[in-house]
């Protein structure tokens, strides 16, 4: 396998990469004169997932419009030249600010507009599930933008409540506290009761409820409550396991009444107010979501004539992310609008509400994915390629020709036509796995197995380069062209930037930052700078909304490369782990400013993970590592085998790059 670093001084493109013909291959017709930022556009289908917040400009960058059409646009190529004229490192993370700022004034709004629509008699109330994205930065952001709204925040523990706690102070908001909970969780909640909030316990358990009954009588504080139904309608999706019958958390409809019952006998039952169902993350058909909501609406309607004085439905999360941009019910994609989802969820409610002549219920949603995703981007540097193929035909050498084996494999190579193509690369394959139990008896020499290994790929490239002329197609060329797909090392950690795509297979849009305006023309996967095999991104979107093995990018020219991997603010910050040591990554949020030269300013930045802190929360000491490393120099000089003041100037390396960044330096 060839390997190549990125150089920064200019080298032949031959020298990085082999001629491999891409797997997916772009129209031979669209040379690089004739490609135009239109073709980049739809070919990485950014108008799809990009929710008009991201275009390419006239030089073929990358921009970001904050604001939509008309507004600012911002090339997102020159906030990397300011990342890295300020000496911040890469990977970055890149938060526009304004983005998550117009996601919660668009949900808000649509609410508002649907609601006037139907003449729907109650009224909107948002909260924000800070599990999606817990940062101090996001949560302050989305308060000031919800303002206006009375949008409020969502807790899932003691910690997260902690939070709420202090940061929700509009008391027209809601706080909601899901979760399991302990006494001192329910007297957390009853605390912001004490404080004129409006803090709802949502009861998720039956055992919570003579519970929060004990806590608030010994506090003399009344609860505002909340139920969590269990409904048996099903998710969909990758997360629908999180709802139905089996769900980890709710009520099913008999322990409910019980709750009800209990509530009542403790004159009690005036404190419930909410009805909560969820039916999972990311909900990508419309169908599922008001089939649910027909569900909990009639929950919410039985309830009422029980006496329970319910005045909110809470429909949960789900509103979804069309990762891919393929507007469908894929995992990665939703077939619905943000006007359509909330048309439907309202509608089903005021339907169910006007035949039971109950009055309609305050709406509450917790979207998080759908307010976050799009804020965050992760900017990624190329630093090298691994080339699986080799780069000159195969032939056969002098040493060789003495052998019958080789000269029977290079015989099937020397035969290969359109007709027997895929025939010959099987006899390839064959005589590729006789010759590895020949050399394990020894029965030939590693040149012989060498040999062997170069006919099968340069098979393969002959297979890949006239595959049009092929008259017969299988599944083979798939497998063919994934062992062609080159590997670009990129410098990031798919654990800690991009969790969900190891744990889940969750696709994240994954485009160049500039070169728009030359076609792609090698099909890559990503690998990161981890010493994990899983460490590779190998399923991408692709231009006609499906999944291949590979991502069309430009052909490495010794400048820097750089990629964005877009819609991560969602989860990826949070759940990130510290796999091999590679820390947070730095960030930087940007706002945009018409005033500006560039339309933009860096109003905050903030250093990622050092050495020093991944070690320290493991335990380690830097300062007791840094000591040990100087004893052992100490050694080697009272030995003679370092001078003293090379031994000096090693211990101040160690030391410094214990201070450093977690990651390759640019």
Partial sequence: MEISVEN??????????????????????????????EDAAQFYNIDGWGSG????????????????????????????EEILQQHIGLPCIIRFQDILRDRVKGLNETFRKVLTELRYQGSYRGVYPIKVNQLREVIEEILDAGLPYHYGLEAGSKAE?????????????????????????????????????????????????????????EVGIMPLLGVRAKLSSKGSGKWEHSAGDGAKFGLSSTEILQAVETLREANMLHCLELLHFHIGSQIPDIRTIREATMEGGRYYSNLRKTGAPLKYIDIGGGLGVDYDGSQSNSDYSINYSLE??????????????????????????????????????????????????????????????????ATEVFEILSKITPKNALGAYHDALSKREEALNRFKLGLISLEERAFVEEVVKEIQLWILRNKKRMKRQSADLDEIASKATTQYLVNFSVFQSAPDHWAFDQLFPIVPLHRMLEAPRKNCSLVDITCDSDGVIDRFIARDQAYDTGLQLHQL???????????????????GDLHNLFGRVNEVHVFSDDDDPEDFYIQEIIPGDTISSVVEENQFIPAELAKMVR????????????????????????????????????
């Fill in 557 to 575: 020219n010794g400048r820097p490369y750089y990629l964005g991997m877009f819609l991560t603010g969602a989860y990826q910050d949070i759940m």
């Fill in 53 to 80: 917040y991201f275009s390419v400009n006239d030089k073929g960058n990358l921009t970001m419009l904050p604001k939509g059409e008309g507004g600012p646009c911002i090339q997102i190529l020159d906030i990397v």
């Fill in 161 to 217: 409540l902690q939070v709420v706690l202090a940061y929700n102070a509009d008391p027209e908001a809601l706080t909601i506290c899901n979760g399991y909970k302990d006494s001192e969780y329910i007297r957390l909640a009853l605390l912001g009761r004490q404080l004129g909030r409006k803090v709802v316990i949502v009861i998720e358990q039956m055992s919570e409820v003579a519970l929060i009954m004990k806590v608030a009588k």
């Fill in 631 to 666: 004893l052992a120099v100490e050694e080697k000089v009272k030995e003679g085998k370092i001078k003293p003041r090379d031994g000096v100037q090693l211990v101040d390396f160690y030391e410094k790059v214990m201070q450093g960044y977690t990651y390759l330096r640019n």
């Fill in 340 to 405: 359509e989802y909330i048309s439907n969820v309202t509608d089903t409610i005021q339907q169910i509400c006007d035949e039971a002549n109950e009055p309609h219920p305050h709406l509450v949603s917790e979207s998080g994915r759908s307010i976050t995703a799009h804020h965050s981007c992760l900017i990624m540097n190329v630093i090298g390629s691994n080339a699986p193929v080799h780069a000159v035909p195969t032939a056969l050498s002098e040493t060789l020709k003495t052998s019958e084996f």
């Fill in 8 to 37: 920064p001084a200019p080298v032949e493109a031959s020298q990085l990469d082999s001629p491999i013909v891409p797997a997916i291959e772009v129209d031979p017709s669209k040379t690089s004169k004739k490609w135009s930022r």
